[in-house]
Antibody
Framework: EVQLVESGGGLVQPGGSLRLSCSASGFTFSSYAMNWVRQTPGKGLEYVSAISGNGGSTYYADSVKGRFTISRDNSKNTLYLQMSSLRAEDTAVYYC??????????????WGQGTLVTVSS | EIVLTQSPGTLSLSPGERATLSCRASQSVSSSYLAWYQQKPGQAPRLLIYGASSRATGIPDRFSGSGSGTDFTLTISRLEPEDFAVYYCQQSGSSPWTFGQGTKVEIK
């Protein structure tokens, strides 16, 4: 059974940093691109970042480029999102999401339960 | 960026009725890269349909997807109590991948 478990969310002040983790199990982690998607009541679902199976290729939404860094440790089956220079508009539930295909674009077949990040003074 | 516009915003129906949800794209989307998700309160989205018309594993056949180009539809043939939720479409054919704003299906 595929499981994705996020951790690391919480309250942080504007300008601060936070690192999210996602522990994966139930599939060959290194074979799949992994993604972060966030959700806010105002903007809905937003595709934030992605990383290829071997970590060699990454994607960032313009809204987080230069502030967020995605990485993975395939030996630990863990995905990370290092967030810095956080802004109020980064407040959201962050989901760790598995892409269905082992390569190329495509839909998301498994989602974690989400972790809430609140940026506020 | 491809903007996905879902309509209606809210659909008020009774159990047993048919639900028809629309997703319109600002540019053509390859059918291979159009998906639908269901989200219930306090839960993560769940994949329902991919490739515009293929049901994901374990999804009942009362859910069906259709469409091409810029117009896509999710149909729930007979609403069950557990189907009342928010539904999102998503495209992954053109970067940045985008989601629609959602359609809420509520009990009338």
């Amino acid at each position: 059974e595929v499981q994705l478990v996020e951790s690391g969310g919480g309250l942080v002040q504007p300008g601060g940093s936070l690192r999210l983790s996602c522990s994966a199990s139930g599939f060959t982690f290194s074979s799949y691109a992994m993604n972060w998607v966030r959700q806010t009541p105002g903007k809905g679902l937003e595709y934030v970042s992605a990383i290829s199976g071997n970590g060699g290729s990454t994607y960032y939404a313009d809204s987080v480029k230069g502030r967020f860094t995605i990485s993975r440790d395939n030996s630990k089956n863990t995905l990370y999102l290092q967030m810095s220079s956080l802004r109020a508009e980064d407040t959201a539930v962050y989901y760790c999401v598995k892409r269905a295909a082992t390569s190329g674009p495509g839909h998301f077949d498994y989602w974690g339960q989400g972790t809430l990040v609140t940026v506020s003074s | 960026e491809i903007v996905l516009t879902q309509s209606p915003g809210t659909l008020s129906l009774s159990p047993g009725e048919r639900a028809t949800l629309s997703c319109r794209a600002s540019q053509s989307v390859s059918s291979s890269y159009l998906a639908w998700y269901q989200q219930k309160p306090g839960q993560a989205p769940r994949l329902l349909i991919y490739g515009a018309s293929s049901r994901a594993t374990g999804i009942p056949d009362r859910f069906s997807g259709s469409g091409s180009g810029t117009d896509f539809t999710l149909t729930i043939s007979r609403l069950e109590p557990e189907d009342f939720a928010v539904y999102y479409c998503q495209q992954s054919g053109s970067s940045p991948w985008t989601f629609g704003q959602g359609t809420k299906v509520e009990i009338k």
